[in-house]
């Protein structure tokens, strides 16, 4: 039996990371045991705002930050973010051909607290997965291995701030396209709002 790849759990991922899962056939295994790395997409999406790229931020309980695993992150609530999360997808995508496709699915992750990172995103994932008409078999980390094959390793992979995509995107139509042009690599949401359930042909 070969070693299926190790995948990162990000919030709300970006196209590439679909585009990646996709390469491997959705053979993989999730990432749990890392230490939480700071400024990457496990506490962070992008999405395409009228004024461009617009990222955010998931807070994590301070100390969190520091040499903690990923599966004992935990969310903090100290500000009102899922509010401010949803009221930018919802000024953002309010437009778009499938917002309210998707809406009353997707609003209930704005309004239940979850405790853990790890518990909120792997949430996340298997509802994009439901809607992408996927239904992978989830395995997870029991350890962390540092050194695996890279073709295998797509935990550092897909960081945000690579200025080359691990996956060509194609183009597709976005709400604010007529201001910034086309912007590859959004949230997975920002595919899914433009494009519903035509989302699984475009990856």
Known sequence: ??????????????????????SVNYEFTLEKEEHFPKQT????????????????????IKGSKYHTKMKDVKISYDFKWQRLHW??????????????YYEDELVPFYQKKYGFLFDYNLNLLQWIFKQLKKAPELQFTTEYIKEIPAELDYRSKLHFKSPELVFPVKQYSQVFEDRSGF??????????????????NYL
Do not use: W
């Open 41 to 60: 997409n496990r506490n962070r999406t992008r999405i395409y705002s009228p004024n461009g790229p617009l990222d955010l931020f998931l807070p994590v």
């Open 183 to 200: 912007l590859p690599n959004m949230s997975i949401v920002d595919l899914l709002f433009n494009q519903g359930p035509q989302a699984k």
């Open 1 to 22: 039996m070969h070693n299926p790849a190790i995948f990162p759990l990000f919030y709300l991922p970006p196209v590439s990371y679909f585009s990646a899962l996709n």
């Open 87 to 100: 009221l930018s997808l919802e000024s953002c995508y309010r437009n778009s051909p499938y917002f309210e």
